[in-house]
């Protein structure tokens, strides 16, 4: 019943992609992945590093498990219980089906192992919150998302920068400990704090999520600024900027 090490990610892929098939009436399935996904998580993970996929002359870790991680998973695994439940009085898929990436894109960022995972998930999780926005549809929705991905998306690119010349400083794309040290450092800091909305770099927040649907704002307020405090207590923890 238990999949060893599964990354928690896939039983919410696997079910945003089924769900768009499947009768309105047989939406509350979608109930069943987090509550499976958590459980898994808890009788089937182990601490260490798994499910390496090569990548170009690089790999990238899917799986790395330890005590913060598993801390954040379980609560992301409840956090899509809830907002999942929310939802059910909605009969519009694309809410629902983006839901479910959303918080399954939250947890692949929370799990991967390395720098490169985390700037896929990072994207991904702008690409599936920002239809939360727009499954409004209301012109205000639609230029209040637009502002939000360019946010979300730029915030991407400084950490694909800051990831890169981190690796030609060190030789590694390690999602660990990084700290306040070089030029590679201060742009992933300020990539995590954009998505962490730090003050003068939260009028996304601001903009988007009021026009997000009820539903859509549920899911927002769950996810996207916990993975970047998340990312922010992995890699600079105690750090002192004063």
């Given at each position: 019943?238990?999949?060893?090490?599964?990354?928690?990610?896939?039983?919410?892929?696997?079910?945003?992609?089924?769900?768009?098939?499947?009768?309105n009436r047989a939406r509350y399935f979608a109930l069943l992945?987090?509550?499976?996904?958590?459980?898994?998580?808890?009788?089937?993970?182990s601490h260490g590093d798994w499910l390496n996929i090569p990548?170009?002359?690089?790999?990238?870790?899917?799986?790395?498990?330890?005590?913060?991680?598993?801390?954040?998973?379980?609560?992301?695994?409840?956090?899509?219980?809830?907002?999942?439940?929310?939802?059910?009085?909605?009969?519009?898929?694309?809410?629902?089906?983006?839901?479910?990436?959303?918080?399954?894109?939250?947890?692949?960022?929370?799990?991967?192992?390395?720098?490169?995972?985390?700037?896929?998930?990072?994207?991904?999780?702008?690409?599936?919150?920002?239809?939360?926005?727009?499954?409004?549809?209301?012109?205000?929705?639609?230029?209040?998302?637009?502002?939000?991905?360019?946010?979300?998306?730029?915030?991407?690119?400084?950490?694909?920068?800051?990831?890169?010349?981190?690796?030609?400083?060190?030789?590694?794309?390690?999602?660990?400990?990084?700290?306040?040290?070089?030029?590679?450092?201060?742009?992933?800091?300020?990539?995590?704090?954009?998505?962490?909305?730090?003050?003068?770099?939260?009028?996304?927040?601001?903009?988007?999520?009021?026009?997000?649907?009820?539903?859509?704002?549920?899911?927002?307020?769950?996810?996207?600024?916990?993975?970047?405090?998340?990312a922010l207590a992995k890699t600079f923890p105690g750090e002192?900027?004063?």
């Amino acid at each position: 019943m238990w999949i060893e090490n599964l990354p928690p990610f896939i039983p919410f892929f696997v079910g945003a992609m089924l769900l768009p098939f499947l009768p309105n009436r047989a939406r509350y399935f979608a109930l069943l992945i987090p509550v499976w996904g958590g459980l898994n998580l808890f009788f089937g993970a182990s601490h260490g590093d798994w499910l390496n996929i090569p990548m170009l002359e690089f790999s990238v870790q899917l799986m790395h498990v330890d005590k913060l991680s598993l801390m954040f998973g379980y609560l992301f695994h409840i956090a899509a219980f809830i907002s999942i439940t929310y939802s059910l009085h909605v009969k519009d898929k694309l809410q629902q089906t983006a839901g479910l990436l959303y918080a399954g894109s939250a947890l692949g960022a929370v799990f991967c192992g390395d720098l490169i995972g985390l700037f896929i998930f990072w994207e991904l999780l702008a690409l599936t919150s920002v239809w939360l926005i727009w499954a409004r549809r209301t012109q205000k929705a639609n230029a209040a998302g637009i502002r939000y991905l360019i946010f979300q998306v730029f915030s991407g690119v400084l950490l694909l920068g800051g990831a890169l010349l981190h690796f030609n400083d060190t030789g590694s794309f390690e999602f660990t400990y990084i700290g306040l040290g070089s030029i590679a450092s201060w742009m992933i800091f300020f990539a995590l704090g954009i998505k962490c909305a730090f003050p003068f770099l939260h009028s996304w927040l601001t903009d988007g999520y009021p026009e997000a649907t009820p539903t859509g704002t549920v899911f927002l307020s769950a996810f996207t600024t916990k993975v970047a405090i998340f990312a922010l207590a992995k890699t600079f923890p105690g750090e002192q900027l004063l």
